[in-house]
C-alpha cells in the first residue's frame, strides 16, 4: 500500500524567496520509521503566527523519488528528490531501520556517493538535525566532528567505535550545537523539534504546538534518555499531583517538604519517586518551569524585569537574570527584544 507525500510548490530566487516561510525538508531513506517523519511533518505543521498562518512548509525527499520502503508492512510515497535540500532552511534526517543492522547506509562511517551528493547540496548556514540513529548519518558527513552529539541509545557502542572524533553524549534527550542538533530517539524527536520552534518563534508558540499535539511542552535537551521506571507502578502514588500544584504557585517559595506533603510522602521518598517519573531532581524541574514562566511573561507581556522575576518565582532581578542566562546564554532584555523586538 502506497501514503501520498504532498507536495509544495518551490517558488524562484529573489523577492519572492524573501518573502516565502522557513522551508523544512525532511530527508528520508530505505527503512524510514514513519513515525519519525510524520513527528516533523506534525511540529513544524502546527506552528501558526498570531494571526493564525503557518510558519513553517515542509518537504519530504529521498535520494530517488517515488515509493520508499519503511520498517513496516507499507511503502511511502515521496514525489521529490534531493534537488529541495539546495533550498531548505532546515534539513532533518529521521533514523532508518537498517542503521541498527549497520548493513546499509552509512556502512562503516562511509556514506554512499548518492548520500554524499545529496547532503553537498546543501547551503551554508543552513540548520541540520538528526533523529535517533539518523545521527550516524550526519557523523558520516562529518558534520558532528568536534562536536557534542547524541543517538539512540542501543547505538551508542557502535557510534562511538566510528566516530572517535564526535563528543557523543548517550544521556540526553538531545543537543545543539547551533546549525547541527541531533535527538536520542523517536520520542525526543518530538522534544528537539519543539525546540526547533521554540528558538525560532518563542516558547508562546512551541506551547501551542505542544497543546494542539498534546505532549509536553518542555523537556530539557540535557533529560536523561529512559528511565528504569518509566511509568509508577499501580499501587505506587505518583508525583503528578505535587507538580500540578506546583506550577500553580510558582510565584511564591516552594520547599520539597512542601511538595512532598501534598503527596503525603516522605521528602525522600517523594524526591526519589519524583526522580523516577521525570528524570531529574524535583530542584531541577522547579527552576526548569520557572524558566519557562519567566520566557513566556517576556513574550507576552510588557511587565518588568523586577515583576518578571517575582511572577516567575526567582524572587530578584538578578536571579531571573542568572538563571535565564544559565539555560539560554541571554539576559532578559535580549530575549524579550528576539522575540517582541522591545527593550525592557
Do not use: K
Not at 40 to 66: K, M, N, Q, W
Not at 123 to 142: D, E, H, K, N
Not at 186 to 213: E, I, K, Q
Not at 228 to 234: D, G, N, S
Request: aromatic share 6%; glycine share 10%.
Amino acid at each position: 500500500m502506497g501514503v501520498g507525500v504532498d507536495g509544495v510548490a518551490f517558488p524562484g530566487e529573489g523577492a519572492e524567496r524573501a518573502r516565502r516561510r522557513h522551508r523544512v525538508a525532511v530527508l528520508v531513506r530505505d527503512g524510514m520509521l514513519p513515525i519519525e517523519v510524520g513527528i516533523v511533518h506534525r511540529i513544524f505543521g502546527e506552528a501558526r503566527s498570531a494571526d493564525g498562518a503557518p510558519l513553517y512548509e515542509l518537504v519530504t525527499c529521498a535520494l530517488v523519488p517515488g515509493e520508499v520502503q519503511t520498517d513496516t508492512d507499507f511503502t511511502v510515497n515521496v514525489p521529490h528528490g534531493v534537488e529541495v535540500l539546495e533550498t531548505a532552511d532546515t534539513v532533518v534526517v529521521p533514523a532508518s531501520g537498517v542503521d541498527y543492522r549497520l548493513s546499509a547506509e552509512p556502512a562503516e562511517g562511509r556514506l554512499s556517493p548518492a548520500m554524499a551528493d545529496a547532503l553537498g547540496r546543501i547551503r551554508p548556514g543552513t540548520r541540520i538535525a538528526s533523529i535517533c540513529t539518523g545521527a550516524f548519518v550526519l557523523a558520516a558527513a562529518g558534520l558532528l566532528d568536534g562536536r557534542r552529539a547524541t543517538t539512540h541509545w542501543r547505538s551508542v557502542d557502535d557510534f562511538r567505535r566510528m566516530f572517535p572524533g564526535v563528543r557523543l553524549d548517550a544521556d540526553v534527550l538531545y543537543t545543539d550545537e547551533g546549525e547541527v542538533l541531533t535527538a536520542a530517539g523517536v520520542a525526543s524527536g518530538v522534544d528537539l523539534c519543539l525546540h526547533m520552534v521554540r528558538c525560532d518563534h518563542g516558547a508562546a508558540v512551541a506551547n501551542d504546538v505542544a497543546r494542539r499535539t498534546v505532549v509536553p511542552p518542555h523537556r530539557e535537551g540535557g533529560q536523561a534518555q529512559y528511565v528504569r521506571r518509566p511509568v509508577p507502578e499501580p499501587q505506587v502514588s505518583s508525583t503528578g499531583a505535587a507538580r500540578a500544584w506546583a506550577l500553580e504557585h510558582l510565584d511564591r517559595p516552594l520547599t520539597l517538604r512542601e511538595l512532598a506533603v501534598r503527596e503525603a510522602m516522605s521528602v525522600r521518598t517523594f524526591t526519589r519517586r519524583f526522580r523516577e517519573e521525570v528524570g531529574m531532581s524535583p530542584v531541577q524541574w522547579l527552576t526548569q518551569q520557572r524558566v519557562e514562566r519567566a520566557r513566556q511573561l517576556l513574550e507576552e507581556t510588557d511587565l518588568s524585569v523586577d515583576r518578571i522575576a517575582t511572577e516567575a518565582g526567582f524572587g530578584t532581578a538578578a536571579s531571573l537574570r542568572q538563571h535565564l542566562h544559565a539555560a539560554l546564554g541571554v539576559s532578559p532584555r535580549a530575549y524579550r527584544s528576539t522575540f517582541r523586538g522591545v527593550g525592557v
